[in-house]
């Protein structure tokens, strides 16, 4: 089977940086997954990673250690149109090719 | 550009009436198309995934049940609802060589009194 954690809850400061952390355990690891959600909306593609490093997206980055079972997402420059739940998902090679999504980190962007 | 479309947005329906959503997409062929649901204070649940016409893959037993009678055509069935079903439900499509890079359709949000 494949864990996801990754904390339910943070608060930043408009202008901030924050970085949102995302364990897992899973089988067969094929890549990690960061997806955005607004507040009664479907979820929008972010970033993926999968190889170890960093990966760079304007602004914001993801990171993977693989050996460590563990990613991050960095949003710099916080913005308040940040305010939304991030999705940590990891895929698997077992049979088909599919993302198991964990909780969601609900992000409050204040002034 | 690629669209996908789902239908109706809200829907309130009484225990054991039958549920059918209905998800379609534009501007893509042969899309791996996927429907998730996502209830209060849980994550995103894979329900059903399809590589092809009437190819289904089920993770999760349950009263639910999908079809794909067309390319780009997917829908997700019940015939007898229960309120253990209300929740929002979300299909995506992803292309067949970046399965991972998954877009979702606006969601249907299902309230079961």
């Known amino acids: 089977g494949q864990n996801i954690d990754q904390p339910t809850e943070m608060t930043a400061t408009e202008g901030a940086i924050v970085q949102i952390n995302c364990t897992y355990q899973t089988s067969g690891f094929n890549g990690l997954f960061w997806y955005q959600q607004h507040a009664g909306e479907a979820p929008t593609f972010l970033s993926y990673n999968v190889l170890d490093g960093l990966e760079e997206k304007g602004r914001f980055s993801s990171f993977l250690s693989r050996s460590k079972g563990y990613s991050y997402l960095l949003l710099k420059e916080l913005q308040m149109k940040d305010s939304a739940s991030y999705l940590c998902a990891v895929s698997s090679n077992s049979g088909y090719s599919t993302l198991t999504f964990g909780k969601g980190t609900m992000l409050l962007v204040s002034p | 550009s690629q669209t996908i479309h789902q239908w109706p947005a809200t829907l309130v329906q009484p225990v054991g009436s039958p549920l059918s959503l209905e998800c379609t997409v534009e501007g893509t062929s042969n899309p791996n198309l996927y429907w998730y649901r996502q209830a209060a204070g849980r994550g995103l649940q894979l329900l059903f995934y399809s590589v092809g016409i009437g190819q289904i893959s089920s993770e999760v037993p349950q009263n639910l049940s999908a079809s794909r009678p067309q390319d780009r055509q997917f829908i997700l069935s019940s015939k007898k609802l229960l309120l253990s079903d209300s929740g929002f439900y979300l299909c995506?499509?992803?292309?067949?060589?970046?399965?991972?890079?998954?877009?979702f359709g606006p969601g249907t949000r299902l309230t079961v009194t």
């Open positions: 995506a499509w992803s292309v067949l060589d970046r399965p991972y890079e998954q877009y």
